[in-house]
């Protein structure tokens, strides 16, 4: 490649990491079909550092969601502040895999707490009431289990402890005056709830990294019984109900999304490389289809290698178009470093062909040049020839 | 009496016989002149009916030799000290012969490079000649002094050939190549006999 070739392509890839760093968060977030948003409220007794501070009031960070979706979309931004889990998580938020815009956590594992509801149970809550729960897969951390039982126990508790004679004939007795006793004491019962016949009850939770599913459990109240439906060690919760599955790839969002960068990115490069074409003054109008085609199979290749990556290894996903890129925001995602280089090598592929074929063809003109010219000296050197035996011959007999 | 005829005989006819066969310096040197004639034309006949082909033509002296044997002629001519009108008309023949001759050994020399030229090109553009075989491709176009060849485009186009066949050799044998194409100028120079000398004009 060139020095001009190579320099428009890292010029091209500093611009497409401005163009593309540049996802601002949204606002709210559209979950089969339920939206919901809630302001970000810090508690009072939080001390966040003054890089952080920094970092908080220049995202103007309304929402979880909002800073999960941001850290989930820049993970290598999340990591210079924020735990792996926690960046972990919001690209998993990002990807439609959690439902739950999660608590973000310091590098020391300390748990900002956010505003009331949030923290209830390691979740979040619907402004219909509805509650969501967060799946489970194999490879979470153990610490994550912990806290998410603590805090399911927790959140029972309490609502227990609120409505006691809703929960009666639902939880033993002796349970939900546990649930009162421990939530006026400012504490909660620190087991499963437990069922009219005794029986402790399981949450839900499902086991395996292959089909990504998400739990939604539609009464706040809990009345339902989650069933297993045969994903997991099931869900004993107290009373009937039904529990709904909803299977939430979010393929469109995590396709969308990649096909937003990716498409900026070749827009981007297609302009600076069409820019360089007309700097050089390219006047055949095939290079610029063929930089145009070029740039098109090259976005092609990386949004569908980076899709069918996200698809496969869901935590490979990234947030830098290029490798480049992440030379800037420290991290990127194996499927995104994958598709760069996809990108770069169809991209270069197709450019070589192309400056090959023409290669060729000059090759082929210029041999037929060659022949023709040597044709046309043999002819004349012929007729010279001719011309010098008639010249001697006119000698002789005059 | 036949004693008599016979001796009328010796006298009258016999005489007129002697007359006759005896060489005078004059006829002679007309003699020559015809000679000398009658040789340029067969020659210059035979060089002119000899086809020259891509493919045959070769170093092979046949129109220096010629030339020179033209130059003899007209030598021959010099010595000539009878005084005949045919003499600067022959002279004049001889001289533009040579040049003619001349010419025509410069047009096979052109010839002949061209026919290496292609032969080389075709030899090389196939694409299965190793290191050694693209040595001696190269060597075989040195053999060509392209100051003798007023053809442009065919100077060019063996010039660009060795350039690209000195570009596909290796660095190691760019430098043999060197060193054989230094040795080859130095004998071109000093006109010690090489391996693979320049070819003259001498030499068609």
Same mark, same amino acid.
């Given at each position: ?39 970000? =409220? ?14 908080? #009031? ?35 938020y990002v990807k439609g895999e959690l439902l739950v815009a999660p608590s973000p956590k310091l590098k020391g594992g300390r748990i900002l707490e956010v505003a009331e509801g949030f923290d209830r149970f390691g979740g979040s809550r619907f402004p219909n009431g509805s509650v969501i729960m967060t799946k489970k897969v194999h490879f979470w951390e153990r610490e994550f289990e912990i806290n998410y039982r603590q805090a399911m126990q927790k959140w029972v508790s309490k609502e227990v402890a609120h409505n006691p004679e809703y929960y009666r ?26 069922? #009219? ?16 599913? =998400? ?51 070749? %827009? ?41 990556? =996200? ?18 925001? %420290? ?13 770069? =090598?169809?991209?270069?592929? #197709? ?28 002819? #004349? ?18 | ?35 000398? *004639? ?16 891509? @493919? ?8 220096? *030799? ?8 007209? @030598?021959?001519?010099?010595?000539? *000290? ?95 190549? @060197? ?18 000398? @320049?070819?003259?004009?001498? *030499?068609?």
């Amino acid at each position: 490649m060139s020095f001009r070739g190579l320099w428009s392509v890292v010029i091209a890839l500093f611009a497409v990491q401005l163009a593309t760093g540049q996802n601002s968060p949204q606002s709210t977030l559209n979950v089969g079909g339920v939206v919901f948003s809630r302001p970000l =409220v810090l508690r009072s007794d939080f001390v966040a550092s003054d890089v952080l501070r920094r970092f908080m #009031v220049r995202s103007k960070f309304s929402s979880p969601e909002r800073m999960a979706r941001y850290i989930g979309t820049h993970p290598g931004v999340g990591m210079n502040w924020f735990g792996l889990d926690y960046v972990k998580d919001c690209m998993r938020y990002v990807k439609g895999e959690l439902l739950v815009a999660p608590s973000p956590k310091l590098k020391g594992g300390r748990i900002l707490e956010v505003a009331e509801g949030f923290d209830r149970f390691g979740g979040s809550r619907f402004p219909n009431g509805s509650v969501i729960m967060t799946k489970k897969v194999h490879f979470w951390e153990r610490e994550f289990e912990i806290n998410y039982r603590q805090a399911m126990q927790k959140w029972v508790s309490k609502e227990v402890a609120h409505n006691p004679e809703y929960y009666r004939g639902r939880y033993s007795n002796e349970y939900i005056e546990k649930c009162v006793s421990s939530v006026k004491n400012g504490g909660y019962v620190r087991t499963n709830p437990i069922d #009219v016949n005794g029986v402790m009850c399981e949450f839900h939770h499902c086991v395996g990294t292959k089909k990504i599913e =998400v739990l939604s459990y539609k009464d706040h109240r809990m009345r339902d019984t989650i069933s297993s439906k045969g994903h997991g060690s099931g869900s004993k919760f107290a009373g009937g109900g039904d529990m709904t599955w909803q299977q939430k790839p979010n393929i469109g969002k995590v396709w969308s999304a990649s096909a937003a960068r990716w498409v900026s990115a070749a %827009g981007i490069d297609l302009v600076l490389s069409s820019a360089a074409l007309i700097a050089a003054e390219t006047r055949d109008k095939n290079d610029y289809i063929v930089n145009a085609g070029s740039v098109a199979a090259a976005y092609l290749s990386a949004t569908i290698t980076e899709s069918v990556m =996200v698809n496969a290894f869901s935590l490979s996903a990234g947030t830098t178009p290029a490798w480049f890129g992440s030379f800037f925001v %420290g991290i990127g995602g194996v499927a995104s470093w994958l598709a760069s280089g996809v990108y770069f =090598v169809v991209r270069s592929a #197709v450019m070589y062909g192309w400056s090959e074929y023409q290669r060729e063809q000059a090759r082929r003109v210029e041999n037929a040049c060659r022949l023709s010219e040597q044709r046309m000296r043999q002819l #004349v050197f012929a007729e010279a020839i001719q011309d010098n035996s008639d010249k001697l011959m006119c000698l002789i007999r005059r | 009496m036949f004693c008599k005829s016979i001796i009328f005989w010796a006298i009258t006819g016999g005489g007129v016989t002697l007359a006759a066969t005896a060489v005078t310096p004059q006829s002679s040197e007309c003699l020559i002149i015809d000679e000398i *004639e009658c040789s340029l034309s067969n020659k210059v006949v035979e060089v002119a009916r000899q086809t020259l082909d891509l @493919r045959t033509v070769k170093p092979d002296t046949n129109v220096t *030799e010629t030339i020179r044997f033209v130059d003899n002629l007209g @030598r021959k001519l010099l010595d000539v *000290e009878v005084d005949d009108a045919r003499i600067p008309i022959l002279n004049e023949k001889i001289v533009g012969v040579i040049d003619a001759l001349k010419e025509r050994r410069s047009y096979k020399y052109m010839l002949w490079a061209e026919g290496t030229l292609e032969r080389v090109s075709e030899r090389f553009r196939r694409g299965d000649c190793n290191e050694l075989q693209c040595i001696q491709l190269y060597l075989a176009l040195g053999e060509i002094n392209i100051s003798l060849i007023s053809e442009n485009m065919l100077n060019r186009e063996i010039m660009s050939l060795m350039a690209e066949i000195y570009d596909s050799l290796g660095a190691d044998k760019k430098v043999l190549v @060197r060193r054989k194409a230094l040795s080859q100028q130095a004998d071109a120079l000093s006109r010690v006999s090489a391996i693979n000398p @320049r070819r003259t004009l001498d *030499e068609f």
